[in-house]
């Protein structure tokens, strides 16, 4: 997992969500509070930015089996949302300010969809981004309430060509893996808003998971 990818998922420590039944949670939330779009230009599929970190260290060409099946399912991927570097100082002010005694804020706690209308993306910009998904045939499934994430599914193939990376299995130490074999790549339009791609649940990730036999 990529260590950014792995600190902007885990930065809001479980306090910030102190009384919330569901820290993570799902579903489309109309946003209140005024966030700018940080996506700005066209969305050019030819003018790319790799989203460094996002291949596994064994992705290595000596454990290299082959490219997975066009229509290997890769069901549950997340794409991360990246914050703000304005977001960001806000939100380690706000961690730092919950466990000051003396702050108005110390131990108010904030609700997923608080969470995602203070530090997530805009409403257009979260709109952006899906549209940009389903242009590639992938179904996207639900943005997280705390908007850090957007679940979708696809293929291989469709992976291969949004992402710009193939899907492939590995072999260690006896065990097979299927995993991309190189960055992802995003049209540079979004790279303000996108950090990388995960896997949650079963199936088949982006990043790193155990073969299952076809």
Same mark, same amino acid.
């Given at each position: 997992?990529? +260590?950014?990818v792995r600190k902007?998922l885990?930065a809001g420590p479980?306090?910030?969500f102190?009384?919330?039944? =569901?820290?993570l949670?799902?579903?489309?939330t =109309? *946003?209140?509070t005024?966030?700018?779009?940080r996506?700005?230009?066209?969305? $050019?599929e030819?003018? !790319?930015f790799r @989203?460094?970190? =996002?291949?596994h260290? !064994?992705?290595?060409?000596?454990?290299?089996?082959?490219?997975?099946?066009? =229509?290997?399912p890769m *069901?549950?991927? @997340? !794409?991360? !949302?990246r914050r +703000?570097p304005e977001?960001?100082?806000? @939100?380690?002010?706000?961690?730092?300010?919950? *466990?000051d005694?003396s +702050?108005p $804020?110390? &131990?108010?706690?904030?609700?997923p969809e608080?969470?995602g209308?203070?530090f997530?993306?805009?409403?257009?910009?979260? *709109?952006?981004i899906?549209?940009?998904?389903?242009s &590639?045939?992938?179904q996207?499934?639900?943005? %997280?309430?705390?908007r850090?994430v957007?679940?979708f599914s696809?293929?291989?193939a469709?992976?291969?060509?949004?992402f &710009?990376?193939?899907?492939?299995?590995?072999?260690?130490?006896?065990?097979e &893996?299927w995993?991309n074999a190189? $960055?992802?790549q995003?049209?540079?339009a979004l790279?303000?808003?996108? %950090?990388?791609?995960?896997?949650?649940?079963?199936?088949?990730p982006l990043s790193w %998971?155990?073969?299952?036999?076809?």
């Amino acid at each position: 997992m990529c +260590s950014m990818v792995r600190k902007l998922l885990l930065a809001g420590p479980m306090l910030l969500f102190a009384f919330s039944p =569901n820290p993570l949670g799902w579903g489309q939330t =109309n *946003q209140k509070t005024y966030v700018a779009p940080r996506v700005t230009q066209v969305v $050019d599929e030819t003018n !790319l930015f790799r @989203l460094r970190g =996002n291949t596994h260290r !064994l992705a290595r060409p000596e454990l290299d089996m082959g490219a997975a099946p066009a =229509n290997l399912p890769m *069901q549950r991927m @997340l !794409l991360v !949302l990246r914050r +703000s570097p304005e977001q960001e100082s806000a @939100l380690r002010k706000l961690l730092d300010e919950q *466990q000051d005694k003396s +702050s108005p $804020d110390y &131990h108010r706690w904030l609700t997923p969809e608080d969470f995602g209308r203070r530090f997530g993306p805009s409403d257009p910009d979260i *709109q952006v981004i899906s549209s940009w998904l389903q242009s &590639h045939g992938f179904q996207v499934a639900r943005v %997280a309430k705390g908007r850090t994430v957007i679940e979708f599914s696809g293929t291989a193939a469709q992976v291969q060509e949004a992402f &710009h990376t193939a899907i492939h299995k590995y072999v260690v130490k006896g065990e097979e &893996h299927w995993a991309n074999a190189s $960055d992802p790549q995003i049209p540079v339009a979004l790279s303000p808003v996108v %950090a990388g791609v995960l896997y949650r649940g079963e199936g088949f990730p982006l990043s790193w %998971a155990a073969a299952r036999p076809q």
